[in-house]
């Protein structure tokens, strides 16, 4: 099965330093990569997901890009704010069964 | 609006009975739900996928004897742990696919937090 790695596990940056998640996957059939910021006892909330006949996206302050060759795909976020502190996750899913794999997770820290 | 609603959202009960937590798509048609679980601290796992008209298919360790799925229709999936011990003491969440919709958006829950006394 799929098998999601998420790096690092913990991130801390200043207030307006951008920060980076990277996240590889194994199967080659996967073809929908999301990722979630999660806030402690919330469900987590989907920020930015991208396809596989895509390299990357943008979406403001947030961006994602993807790496079929290598299977790695980063989550790029910038002039990064205090409440962007939470945890992300990265996630993968095939066209096979649209369950999600996540990676473990980093726990992001934006000091003012 | 919520477009994933879970009930209970909370739930403390002895260990050995058993508790039923419910999912309910609201604003579309869901053949198909998935049962995550989340332990403190950690990533969320695939616990099963819940089939409407068949059975529910679980991933490898989960103890389909012990969690009980139901897909009672097209819009609601029940998931019950049968004779709780602490250990099964977690963050429950169901989500939907949104293919639907069109979308490959997962539309989550807001999870229930189980604690097994």
């Known amino acids: 099965g799929e098998n999601v790695e998420q790096h690092p596990s913990t991130l801390s940056v200043q207030e307006g330093d951008s920060a980076v998640i990277k996240c590889t996957y194994s199967?080659?059939?996967?073809?929908?990569f999301p990722w979630y910021k999660q806030e402690l006892g919330k469900r987590p909330q989907l920020i930015i997901d991208?396809?596989?006949?895509?390299g990357e996206k943008k979406d403001q302050r947030i961006a994602v890009t993807l790496n079929k060759t290598a299977k790695h795909f980063s989550l790029h976020i910038t002039e990064t704010q205090p409440e962007d502190s939470a945890v992300y996750f990265c996630a993968a899913s095939s066209n096979s069964g649209y369950a999600l794999n996540f990676g473990k997770g980093t726990s992001l820290l934006v000091t003012p | 609006g919520a477009v994933v609603s879970q009930h209970p959202s909370w739930v403390i009960c002895k260990s050995g009975t058993s508790v039923k937590i419910e999912c309910r798509s609201l604003?579309?048609?869901?053949?198909?739900m998935f049962w995550y679980r989340q332990f403190p601290k950690q990533s969320l796992m695939l616990m099963a996928t819940s089939n409407e008209g068949s059975k529910a298919t679980y991933e490898q360790g989960v103890e389909k004897d012990k969690f009980l799925i139901n897909h009672a229709s097209l819009t609601l999936s029940t998931l019950t742990v049968t004779s709780a011990h602490p250990e099964d003491s977690s963050f429950y969440i169901c989500?939907?696919?949104?293919?639907?919709?069109?979308?490959?958006?997962?539309?989550f829950g807001p999870g229930t937090r189980l604690t097994v006394l």
């Open positions: 199967d080659s059939a996967s073809n929908y």
């Open positions: 604003d579309f048609q869901a053949t198909t």
């Open positions: 991208i396809r596989s006949n895509v």
């Open positions: 989500s939907v696919p949104g293919r639907a919709r069109g979308t490959d958006t997962q539309y």
